[in-house]
């Protein structure tokens, strides 16, 4: 069911295009709170059942046929994020990839851990579309609601979910509903995520049309992002449009940095992204796991482990004051909180030691080929 019903009484969806975390979005997995939310769940089914069949169609095509599109337009204008939330989900994720990958285009997907935990080979498609994988919570709750452990899991158990099914370790966290708070915003901090909220909502959650859709699509301009859902037939239907217009804007989908949160040309590394531009190469094709390991009061081992390529970059984000110490199995240097690893034919598993600095959180870490 969609937000703009029982659940948020007396929250108008607002249609400006700028930034309003007043504007719900929603989920198919609420329980009925009303008619007239029952009444809106039964009729967005209604729409996926006609979708589920073009999907099945489609999906046997991504499975047997990798994206060899390249996109086709100019990028003079700038970049913009695409961004589906609430997936992957077996009746439209593999029509989604289809519609990106044929079209040469991109996006960042927020899975909630859930559907990725249910659904790891539609993480798989995701990842083999070179999609950027995003964090959107465990099973979407009023995450302000909720104690700061309960959030804690809630963001953990996604990343552990998607690093399981996907291989990559999210950079972006955006929360249900655009709900954020201080705890929230502390837990996620922790974690090394970057909250994502929007700047245009495309309203696909409160049953938009596939035209409306399109029009939200064609207020972005460069760096700006927009909202939409992996499950709403009109979104599916309205997304080779919103591609051609795009072209015709010469603007390109892009990745989202979580340095900025802003769309930027996207990396290529499928994954979270890199907080920097890769140092060399860039356009490669690996992931990096990222494993805390021995753990003492003022400083802690962090093993990486490099799957994809022998000859690598990786860049691993430092929290807080955190500060390299050591390391082994690699040519390390680091620059501020950001530690940039080679490798030196010693393998694909290296370390370091970072002292903590009042701050034990793991670091993030992406590759590029080199
Ligand atoms: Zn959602």
């Known amino acids: 069911m969609c937000d703009g019903g029982a659940g948020l009484a007396g929250a108008p969806a607002s249609r400006a295009p700028s930034l309003d975390t007043s504007t719900k979005e929603c989920t198919m997995s609420r329980s009925p709170l009303s008619t007239a ?8 089914r209604a729409l996926l059942g006609l979708a589920a069949s073009t999907a099945l169609a489609a999906g046997a095509v991504v499975a047997a046929q990798p ?3 390249a996109w086709s337009g100019s990028c003079s204008a700038g970049y913009v994020g695409l961004t589906f939330d609430d997936g992957p989900n077996a009746g439209t994720t ?44 465990w099973d979407h709750p009023h995450l302000i609601n909720m104690s700061q452990s309960d959030i804690q899991s809630q963001l953990s158990r996604t990343q552990q979910a ?3 099914t996907a291989g ?15 705890t929230l915003r502390a837990v996620e901090s ?5 909250e994502i909220i929007w700047d245009v909502d495309s309203t696909d959650w409160n049953n938009a049309s596939a035209a409306t859709i399109r029009q939200a699509a064609a207020r972005l301009t460069n760096g700006q992002i927009i909202l939409m859902h992996d499950w709403p037939a009109a979104t599916q239907q309205a997304l080779p449009n919103i591609l051609n217009d795009l072209k015709s804007r010469n603007l390109c989908p892009g990745h989202i940095s979580s340095s900025t949160g802003r769309a930027v040309a996207p990396s290529g590394s499928g994954g979270g992204g ?45 929290n807080g004051s955190q500060a390299l110490q050591n390391s082994w199995n690699a040519s390390v240097s680091s620059s501020g909180s950001t530690v940039t690893a080679r490798s030196n034919g010693s393998g694909n598993n290296f370390g370091i030691t970072v002292y903590k600095n009042g701050n034990s959180s793991t670091p993030s870490a992406t590759c590029a080929t080199a």
Not at 37 to 44: A, E, G, L, N
Not at 190 to 194: E, K, Q, V
């Open 37 to 44: 939310s029952t009444r809106r769940r039964r009729s967005v």
């Open 67 to 69: 994206a060899t599109a």
């Open 94 to 137: 593999n029509q989604l990839i289809s519609t990106l990958t044929s079209a040469g285009a991109t996006a960042t997907v927020f899975p909630t851990g859930q559907n990725a935990s249910n659904n790891p080979s539609l993480m798989q498609a995701y990842k083999n579309a070179g999609l950027q994988i995003a964090n959107h919570s």
């Open 162 to 164: 998607i690093q399981q």
């Open 168 to 182: 990559v370790t999210p950079t972006l966290f955006r929360p249900p509903y655009g709900e954020s708070n201080a």
């Open 190 to 194: 922790s974690l090394g995520l970057r």
């Open 274 to 318: 890199p907080t920097t531009p890769p140092p060399t190469g860039g356009g490669g094709s690996c992931t990096v796991t990222v494993t805390k390991a021995n753990d003492w009061t003022d400083r802690f081992n962090v093993n990486l482990a490099v799957s994809g390529a022998s000859s690598w970059v990786v860049t691993i984000r430092l």
